[in-house]
């Protein structure tokens, strides 16, 4: 490693730490939404940095949305609020999903951890309100009369956005809530390739429920993993697809005009 790699890495490690620490703050409520931070100034002398440094993390805190910049004022803090940040994760995932689908399956490993999590956060907590868990399967049985693809997924979606949310972890409510758009998507996506009746989905989800509410957590646990694992593998093949046929138009193209790729 050279000299110069070495001194790069430290000034990344030295402007993340002070990234970090401001933003503990805010979301302690330490510092409040309109307040003015320190001077560039002011925190280098605190965190004994240089001020490229603390304008470096401020650049980090304002992708975040948590501070506001202005030429010759000082940094004002933009928000303070867990949902708000947890939003500006989610737009961070769509970006890096925009640039390779791939990273779908991923979701749906962070799908299977929480959703097979929160089924053990339901059984333990006593008795649960299940009410829009409850209708969404009624709009899901609904919608798979009426051959309602859009409405079905949609229905599908809520069904486990209901589940989350009948755990009563608002921190994990939030998270959930803020990827529910991408997740949504993922149901549209994966709904379309396999030759599963609208039935056959619905009693899935069916029996989901009833292990639910018959408090039978391990026979819960598996049928949510095996669906989840199954949506993942429907992924796979949607996204094989696509990149198939991405594929040959590109080779298409390449035979009408050979020379684009010279």
């Known amino acids: 490693?050279?000299?110069?790699?070495?001194?790069?890495?430290?000034?990344?490690?030295?402007?993340?730490?002070?990234?970090?620490?401001?933003?503990?703050?805010?979301?302690?409520?330490?510092?409040?939404?309109?307040?003015?931070?320190?001077?560039?100034?002011d925190l280098a002398r605190e965190f004994g940095v240089s001020t490229r440094s603390v304008r470096e993390a401020m650049q980090i805190l304002e992708t975040k949305g948590l501070v506001r910049r202005r030429h010759g004022e000082r940094?004002?803090?933009?928000?303070?609020?867990?949902?708000?940040?947890?939003?500006t994760l989610a737009a961070t995932v769509r970006q890096l999903l925009s640039t390779n689908a791939r990273h779908l399956t991923e979701l749906m490993v962070v799908r299977r951890m929480i959703e097979i999590n929160v089924l053990e956060l339901l059984m333990s907590g006593g008795p649960t309100e299940l009410d829009d868990v409850e209708k969404a399967l009624a709009d899901m049985r609904e919608a798979g009369?009426?051959?309602?693809?859009?409405?079905?997924?949609?229905?599908?979606?809520?069904?486990?956005?209901?589940?989350?949310?009948?755990?009563?972890?608002?921190?994990?409510?939030?998270?959930?809530?803020?990827?529910y758009g991408l997740v949504t998507?993922?149901?549209?996506?994966?709904?379309?390739?396999?030759?599963?009746?609208?039935?056959?989905a619905y009693a899935e989800h069916a029996e989901i429920y009833d292990r639910i509410r018959a408090c039978d957590i391990e026979h819960a646990k598996s049928l949510m993993r095996a669906h989840i694992d199954n949506s993942a593998e429907y992924l796979r093949l949607a996204i094989g697809r696509s990149e198939q046929k991405n594929g040959a138009r590109s080779l298409a193209a390449n035979e009408r005009h050979p020379l684009s790729s010279s």
Do not use: Q
Not at 145 to 171: E, M
Not at 189 to 197: A, C, D, E
């Open 185 to 200: 998507e993922v149901i549209r996506v994966t709904s379309s390739v396999p030759n599963k009746s609208y039935e056959a």
């Open 75 to 87: 940094t004002t803090v933009a928000r303070d609020d867990v949902g708000e940040f947890l939003g």
């Open 1 to 41: 490693m050279t000299a110069s790699t070495g001194t790069a890495r430290h000034r990344d490690k030295l402007h993340s730490t002070v990234a970090a620490a401001v933003e503990g703050r805010i979301l302690a409520g330490e510092l409040s939404v309109g307040e003015k931070l320190p001077s560039e100034s």
């Open 145 to 179: 009369r009426n051959k309602d693809f859009s409405g079905f997924t949609a229905a599908d979606a809520a069904f486990h956005r209901a589940l989350v949310r009948a755990a009563g972890n608002t921190i994990l409510t939030v998270f959930y809530d803020n990827l």
